[in-house]
């Protein structure tokens, strides 16, 4: 090479998309005297809007690009805010949004996210690391890794030209390449196979547009709900509409291939004749916007499993997809990043601190697989349930509660890397993973026996006190110790889980009319039950909505 680049660094990153580019910006942050080099396949800068798939985030990962990372800056004026995830469920052939039963926030959250334009993003990183004196060597194809512990070596080609590099650390965050995976036979499969295709549009769509009716456009009281990842609905699928701040539109079909085979949709005619059938509203602005097509992209299967992401007694660690992926209905990509950064980071700290990091390690990895295996039962054999406003509702609900009440709770406070912690929490973290995956189950049983479809009608979860009080605490923490506020937390999911599983018992004909209702009934079971540590904190009453 021209410009040949030094033979040993500290740290090699294989992969210079996301999760590689935010990880070296990390250890840059903590540890100012490593060096670092990223290889990446591409050349920058990427392009914008039609990049990457990947553009929503919610709390963890917006709280990790624009805090821990401090990118919030950037997020704000080169990025759009995002209002909240937003669901529309089938109703009448899909004619009418405004009749459609809506279940989003009706004001801005307040616990910021948003939506990011892929290629914007990496190329602002890829600056700010280079101004950092990282290197980014780009346009490379690595031809081969070997892991040898205190000295893995990395072969790429650039232009014709072969260089090999040692490491003292190795990190694969080569996506799905899956680099480390391959090599060294870490791929585990999952149950939940399901399939994706997406495009980007250079114009975007503004759903508020799709309805001048009077309920529809009086129920936000702040903002607008293009700015949200809006989540159109039916049985066995989900399309996203995301905006980008290059003024394009994201658009995707996940579906589950029992219901919806991927040969439906796998092309843009195809998807666009799918789209007229299921979706007709989302249809009509894509035939009319599609002189603006920018890409098309499908993914099949796209979840995937490890057995290990971390090797402290080897040095070797996985960022991001080139480990494990779930599912991009709540969006959780960026989450898994920011999680397992700040393993890789404290673990390459501990050892540079003369530490010995093989037991942390294998704590970590533990810890990152149990989070992954909590994640995927979200989705597996969920996908049918989509179908039905009011189990969906249901679903939603508790998997919001979920993340706000404890998987968020730890991070904003930073605290999955405190071993000390962690110990002294992981058995209510079992339970709260037995719990989760129960409540998983039973709504599947709930939906198998209720009839799809539901009353118009919109829906905020936000009203809810005990779930808006989980949310605002994550930036606005109650005080006392984190195990007491996860203690209280896990007995108010306790108690949440008990009131549904008390209405999917029942006999449909049983069952409380509208959507609404049921959230009415779900606040007053909870606050009959005499669970109320978050509201007492916040004033709030047990009935209130």
Not at 44 to 66: C, D, L, N, R, W
Not at 80 to 98: Q, S, V
Not at 99 to 107: D, F, I, K
Request: with cysteine.
């Amino acid at each position: 090479m021209s410009n040949p680049v030094k033979r040993n660094w500290d740290v090699v990153i294989t992969g210079g998309g996301l999760a590689g580019l935010t990880l070296a910006r990390q250890l840059r942050r903590r540890l100012p005297h490593l060096s670092i080099l990223v290889v990446e396949r591409h050349s920058f800068p990427v392009p914008e809007a039609a990049f990457k798939v990947g553009e929503s985030t919610v709390e963890i990962g917006a709280h990790y690009f624009g805090e821990v990372l401090g990118l919030r800056e950037h997020l704000e004026e080169r990025h759009l805010p995002k209002h909240g995830l937003r669901y529309f469920f089938t109703a009448d052939g899909n004619h009418d949004i405004a009749r459609r039963v809506e279940l989003g926030p009706a004001e801005v959250p307040v616990v910021p996210s948003y939506q990011i334009d892929r290629g914007r993003l990496e190329n602002e990183l890829v600056v700010l690391n280079r101004t950092d004196g990282i290197e980014i060597q780009e346009g490379c194809r690595v031809e081969d890794v070997s892991v040898n512990p205190g000295a893995h070596r990395v072969r790429y080609t650039r232009d014709g030209e072969t260089s090999e590099v040692e490491a003292r650390w190795l990190v694969d965050a080569s996506g799905r390449a899956g680099l480390l995976k391959r090599q060294l036979s870490l791929a585990r499969g999952t149950d939940h196979a399901v399939n994706a295709a997406w495009f980007r549009l250079s114009t975007t769509i503004t759903i508020d547009d799709w309805s001048t009716a009077g309920d529809w456009r009086g129920y936000m009281h702040t903002g607008a709900r293009w700015l949200s990842t809006n989540h159109l609905m039916g049985r066995g699928y989900w399309v996203w509409l995301i905006p980008l701040g290059s003024g394009s539109i994201s658009v995707g079909i996940v579906a589950d291939p029992a219901v919806h085979p991927l040969a439906a949709y796998n092309r843009f005619d195809r998807a666009l004749g799918w789209l007229r059938a299921y979706e007709p509203q989302v249809a009509e602005h894509v035939e009319r916007l599609q002189g603006g097509l920018e890409d098309f992209r499908v993914l099949r299967h796209f979840s995937h499993g490890c057995t290990r992401v971390f090797s402290g007694d080897q040095g070797w660690f996985i960022s991001g997809e080139a480990g494990v992926f779930t599912d991009p209905l709540y969006s959780p990509g960026s989450d898994f990043i920011a999680i397992g950064n700040d393993f890789i980071t404290e673990l390459i700290a501990r050892a540079e601190a003369g530490e010995s990091i093989a037991a942390t390690a294998e704590h970590y990895n533990r810890m990152h697989l149990l989070l992954f295996q909590a994640y995927l039962h979200v989705y597996t054999g969920q996908y049918p349930i989509m179908g039905s406003a009011q189990v969906m509702t249901a679903k939603v609900l508790w998997d919001f509660a979920a993340y706000w009440a404890i998987t968020a709770q730890i991070y904003f406070r930073r605290r999955y890397t405190d071993l000390t912690l962690m110990r002294q929490v992981e058995p209510l973290l079992q339970r709260f993973f037995l719990l989760h995956a129960r409540v998983q189950r039973s709504l599947r049983q709930w939906y198998e026996r209720m009839p799809e479809g539901g009353d118009e009608a919109r829906i905020d979860l936000l009203r809810l006190p005990f779930l808006s009080a989980w949310q605002r605490e994550l930036t606005h923490p109650r005080e006392g110790a984190l195990e007491n506020v996860l203690a209280e937390n896990f007995a108010g999911l306790e108690a949440l889980a008990a009131a549904l599983q008390h209405m999917a018992e029942r006999q449909p004909g049983d069952a409380p009319a509208g959507d609404q209702r049921m959230l009415d009934e779900v606040t007053e079971v909870i606050g009959l039950g005499g669970w109320a540590p978050a509201r007492r904190e916040h004033g709030l009453s047990g009935g209130q909505m």
